[in-house]
């Protein structure tokens, strides 16, 4: 999206789902009833992010199977599912299951690495392999080769009165095309586009220069990431890449929404003002006011011209009509001020 006038294509949502551990309950429903929104409001797609051992969604793929039977177009993802936590193979079954009850709208995001606080909990994850697991790549390799229908079991054929397969069942032939990679460094960019995988880029980004250098500056980190992805991916400029911010319209926001939103901003803020921890992990600015302040944002932001689609991230730690109010304006006056029309619901 060079430059304004250019329409953004595709317009999408991201949400955790936080819900309260004596009831946990109702935070779950408030997920579905804002995907159920994200519908009928005209998006294209409603995303959801795990969160292991904390109070939000820690099986995404479950929701967005009750997800499935609540709308008929929304496509809906992951971002992203944690390969660390997973089984290839068993996770490859529940991706397509889940793509086969929606009719194909799956959008299945994953990453590699060792899971966040493993030493904490590895021996009841991994209780006899923890330290042979294999967090690096391949672990997305094997992914994709169960996805693909590649043979996962020597042995298919008739057993007594059951039929074996030695692919994984169900298959969805167009599942492949719908995967995607959350990167945050050069090397997982270009990994992902090696591989022929849709690439997300979240509001998270690796500093990779060496200390004392200048200041970085986070979209032009992420621009780099995307030209790297775009450049190793067999499909050049039209591979798809997708960019990930929070942001926050006020347009419709009370004066108490107005204030806890800026609240919620100005404590993320410091964090954003130079590389954080031994990883130099660099986080973006939250974009907050009203619709057309924040498209000038986006338009002055030098990853988000990169890109033709976006999945933005909600707040974590907001209540549901705050959600409402927010994914509201961003279809109805952030969408339209960034060019995108909303998609009609054919029921």
Do not use: C
């Not at 004596?22 to 929104?37: D, Y």
């Not at 390969?83 to 793509?99: F, I, K, S």
């Not at 994709?144 to 030695?166: C, D, K, M, N």
């Amino acid at each position: 999206m060079p430059e304004p006038g250019t329409p953004l294509e595709q317009l999408g949502f991201l949400t955790i789902g936080l819900f309260d551990a004596a009831e946990p309950g109702p935070g779950h429903e408030s997920v579905l009833e804002v995907i159920e929104l994200g519908e009928q409001l005209g998006f294209d797609s409603a995303w959801l992010r795990h969160r292991h051992l904390q109070y939000g969604i820690s099986s995404p793929l479950t929701v967005l199977a009750a997800a499935t039977q609540r709308t008929t177009r929304i496509e809906l993802g992951t971002a992203v599912i944690p390969l660390g936590w997973e089984n290839p193979l068993r996770l490859a079954e529940d991706l397509a299951t889940v793509d086969v009850l929606s009719g194909g709208r799956l959008n299945p995001g994953v990453s590699v690495g060792e899971p966040r606080n493993f030493e904490h909990f590895k021996n009841n994850l991994y209780p006899s392999s923890a330290e042979a697991e294999d967090f690096s790549y391949e672990r997305v390799t094997r992914l994709l080769r169960a996805i693909e229908g590649q043979p996962v079991s020597t042995f298919h054929g008739v057993q007594g009165i059951e039929t074996f397969s030695e692919r994984v069942e169900p298959h969805s032939p167009g599942l492949r095309k719908r995967m995607w990679y959350g990167g945050a460094s050069l090397g997982s960019a270009r990994w992902a586009g090696l591989n022929g995988l849709n690439f997300l880029s979240s509001s998270v980004v690796r500093v990779e220069n060496a200390e004392g250098e200048d200041v970085p500056n986070f979209a032009e980190i992420q621009r780099s990431h995307i030209d790297a992805f775009r450049a190793a991916h067999p499909d050049g400029e039209r591979a798809r890449a997708s960019q990930g911010l929070v942001v926050i319209p006020t347009d419709r926001a009370s004066r108490t929404q107005k204030a806890k939103y800026q609240a919620y901003v100005d404590s993320r803020t410091p964090r954003t003002e130079s590389p954080q921890g031994p990883a130099r992990m660099m986080f973006a600015r939250d974009v907050i006011g009203n619709s057309q302040q924040i498209a000038e944002a986006l338009y002055a932001d030098s990853g988000f011209r990169k890109v033709r689609e976006v999945v933005f991230a909600l707040p974590f730690s907001f209540d549901h009509e705050d959600y409402v109010q927010i994914i509201t304006d961003i279809a109805e006056r952030l969408g339209p001020a960034l060019g995108w029309k909303p998609k009609t619901t054919e029921r």
